[in-house]
């Protein structure tokens, strides 16, 4: 069972426009959500983290918003630039095992195209 | 200087043989993980040490075995390796309850 989804395998956006990334989950024990962003033969980054008692984070070009009644969560990127390039991971956490155990959406490939 | 480092990068080995993969943290963290990323990109949590206690155990076969000889290093030794076994392993770590710092992976390849 895949409580975290990213039903968006990979996106192409050109520079300088938004870039939005959708990420759904199931569980609704889950209280934090993370991104994380992935080059290739790097391990994941931390990017932007959100509450559950938050609907919205910012942090510079990056937002994350949050719907807990659709349990729906995405990313903005505005401007894209061409180093934002990478996979994107969603996660999820809470419950019994706390912010321990991250659930991981499949991922998203964002491309940015010049 | 690399937060979480993990070695090695690559490791080419038989079925049947056993391999460990190590990793350390200088990040003064308290918590350690391992995942594992199969083919299809999902990365799932193995196993996490909180102050050298296994905290989390997914359903990971026995003969995955990880050891913490203290809170800056996290290793995990595989017996008996099958071809099911060839994936990416990332380490992590991080503060109890704050975001997770990981290593580059160890992409193990089994023949």
């Known amino acids: 069972d895949q409580q975290v989804k990213q039903n968006s395998p990979s996106l192409s956006v050109q520079e300088g426009r938004i870039s939005i990334l959708n990420c759904d989950y199931t569980?609704?024990?889950?209280?934090?959500f993370l991104w994380y962003k992935k080059y290739p033969a790097e391990g994941p980054t931390f990017l932007i983290s959100i509450s559950s008692i938050k609907d919205k984070n910012e942090d510079g070009r990056f937002t994350v918003f949050l719907n807990k009644s659709a349990k729906h969560l995405s990313l903005h990127i505005v401007p894209s630039q061409p180093g934002d390039s990478a996979v994107y991971f969603c996660?999820?956490?809470?419950?019994?095992?706390?912010?321990?155990?991250?659930?991981f959406g499949q991922g998203t490939r964002l491309t940015i195209n010049p | 200087d690399t937060a979480v480092s993990q070695t090695p990068k690559y490791l080419v080995t038989q079925m049947g043989n056993d391999k460990s993969i190590k990793c350390e943290q200088n990040?003064?963290?308290?918590?350690m993980y391992w995942y594992k990323q199969d083919s299809k990109k999902f990365l799932k949590i193995m196993f996490s040490?909180?102050?050298?206690?296994?905290?989390i155990n997914e359903t990971v076969p026995n003969r995955f075995s990880p050891k913490s000889p203290d809170k800056a290093h996290l290793n995990l030794h595989i017996n008996s390796l099958e071809l099911g076994d060839s994936a990416v392993y990332f380490c992590?770590?991080?503060?109890?309850?704050?975001?997770?710092?990981f290593g580059d992976g160890t992409r193990l390849s089994i023949l």
């Open positions: 990040l003064g963290h308290d918590t």
């Open positions: 992590a770590s991080s503060l109890l309850g704050q975001p997770q710092h």
């Open positions: 996660a999820a956490s809470g419950g019994v095992q706390g912010a321990q155990k991250l659930v």
């Open positions: 040490y909180n102050n050298k206690e296994l905290i």
């Open positions: 569980n609704s024990m889950f209280d934090y």
